[in-house]
């Protein structure tokens, strides 16, 4: 079985508006880093190594190259700095074994919509799809707006996947959304509670990150 975190070492070229630096000088490495871990912040994730953690070693800042907009002669120059270094990642990948919490109830495939489900959080992973019918022997109870009560999933023995209530569930698959005007990647997975009398709901209540 795959393993979801990984240590990856990775090129990147981080720039930097000449304007930010003083006449002269050469930015200092903090400034280097920060605008990298920026970058990678922003990013979110990629297809090959999933969600950026963090940044666990600098190997090297080579040499400053200095471009500039020759359609817009008036544009900032600016320094960019091809950076090495090695980062933490996670990539669930079907098979795993996760734990998060019940962020969302989607019921609406009640009325001819998807199917009912829930969307389960993780860590930096926002959204994990559990449908109703990867919930075996439970079953969907609406709303009840005279008792005030949430809709959610229960079991004959009263076992509830609910808002806040965490579950453990395995990864069927994951799929990418790729924003290429905002330059940012995120991941999504599909899950499942069945086949396994150790997935569902756990008593590590508010705990969605015990592999983090």
Known sequence: MKR????????????????QLKKGHSPRHQQILTRLLQDLLHEKACREHG??????ALKSIGN??????DDNPQADDVLTFPVSFTCR????????????????????GLNGGAAPAVLISSGPLRYAYL?????PDYHFVPPNSEE???????????????VGVVVR????????????????????????????????????????????
């Open 89 to 108: 990642t996670f990539l669930p990948a079907r098979g795993n074994i996760m734990v998060g919490t019940v962020m969302k109830v989607l019921f609406n």
């Open 148 to 162: 005030e009560e949430e809709p959610c999933f229960q079991k004959d023995d009263l076992t509830k996947i609910a």
């Open 4 to 19: 979801m975190f990984s240590e990856v070492e990775m090129c990147r070229d981080v720039a930097i508006p000449a304007k």
């Open 64 to 69: 400053i190259n200095s471009t500039t907009d």
């Open 169 to 212: 569930f395995v990864v069927l698959g994951r799929r990418f959304k790729v924003s290429p005007e905002k330059r940012r990647t995120d991941v999504y997975v599909l899950a499942s509670v069945e086949g396994d009398d150790t997935l569902g709901p756990v008593s590590l209540t508010g705990c969605d990150r015990p592999y983090m």
């Open 131 to 135: 449908s109703y019918l990867k919930m």
């Open 51 to 56: 969600f950026y953690l963090a940044i666990t």
